[in-house]
C-alpha cells in the first residue's frame, strides 16, 4: 500500500488517499474515481507531502502520553508543566450505532434525489444560470462546480446546494 496526500483542483482541499501502487492512483484519476470528500471535485492531484521516516529506536518517545494529567483541566496542567494537554474527545450525545444509522439514511437520501437528478459534470453552473434565467427548461440537476462559483452562483440567487457524499461521474462507474 502507499499514501499519498491528495488535493482538489477547485478549493485546494488536501486528504489522504492509500493504493495499492502509484499505478493504481494513476488508473483511478484516469478514471475519474477520484473525489474530494470535502466538495467532491473529480480534478485531482498529488499534493506536496514530506517522507514518513521513522524515528531510530533510541530516539523514539514511546511514552510521550503517559504525562498526560489526571486534572480535569489538561490545558492549564499543562501551562504549570505538570503534564502535557489533554484533547477533550467531542461528544454528541449520540452512540455509534445511531450516527451509523443516520449516515446511511442521508446517504439513501441522496441517492434518491440524485436518482431524479440529470449529471452535469462540470457544466453545472451554465446549466443552473439557463434554468434560473429562463433559457432552460427547470429540472434537477447534480455536477461539480468551484466553491468560488457555487458563491457566485449563490449571489445571483440560483439555487444550489452541496451534497453531503461525493459522487462518482456516471461514466466512471464501473
Known amino acids: 500500500m502507499i499514501v499519498?496526500?491528495?488535493k482538489c483542483a477547485g478549493a485546494g482541499h488536501v486528504f489522504e488517499g492509500w493504493f495499492a501502487s502509484g499505478d493504481d492512483f494513476e488508473r483511478q484519476k484516469s478514471g475519474g474515481m477520484?473525489?474530494?470528500p470535502i466538495c467532491g471535485?473529480?480534478?485531482i492531484e498529488k499534493a506536496v507531502m514530506s517522507p514518513a521516516v521513522g524515528a531510530k529506536s533510541n530516539q523514539r518517545n514511546e511514552n510521550r502520553f503517559s504525562l498526560i494529567s489526571s486534572?480535569?483541566?489538561g490545558a492549564e496542567a499543562a501551562e504549570e508543566g505538570k503534564g502535557v494537554a489533554r484533547p477533550i474527545p467531542m461528544h454528541s450525545g449520540m452512540d455509534n450505532q445511531k450516527v451509523i444509522q443516520l449516515m446511511h439514511a442521508?446517504?439513501?437520501a441522496q441517492a434518491d434525489a440524485l436518482a431524479d437528478s440529470e449529471w452535469?459534470?462540470?457544466r453545472f453552473a451554465d446549466q443552473a444560470r439557463?434554468?434560473?434565467y429562463g433559457e432552460e427548461d427547470h429540472r434537477a440537476i447534480h455536477?461539480?462546480?468551484a466553491p468560488q462559483e457555487a458563491r457566485d452562483l449563490i449571489e445571483e440567487g440560483v439555487d444550489v446546494a452541496p451534497l453531503l457524499f461525493p459522487v462518482v461521474p456516471p461514466k466512471a462507474q464501473n
Open 4 to 6: 499519498f496526500d491528495l
Open 34 to 36: 477520484l473525489a474530494c
Open 41 to 43: 471535485d473529480t480534478a
Open 71 to 73: 486534572d480535569d483541566n
Open 106 to 108: 442521508l446517504a439513501q
Open 120 to 122: 452535469v459534470g462540470r
Open 130 to 132: 439557463a434554468m434560473h
Open 143 to 145: 455536477g461539480e462546480v
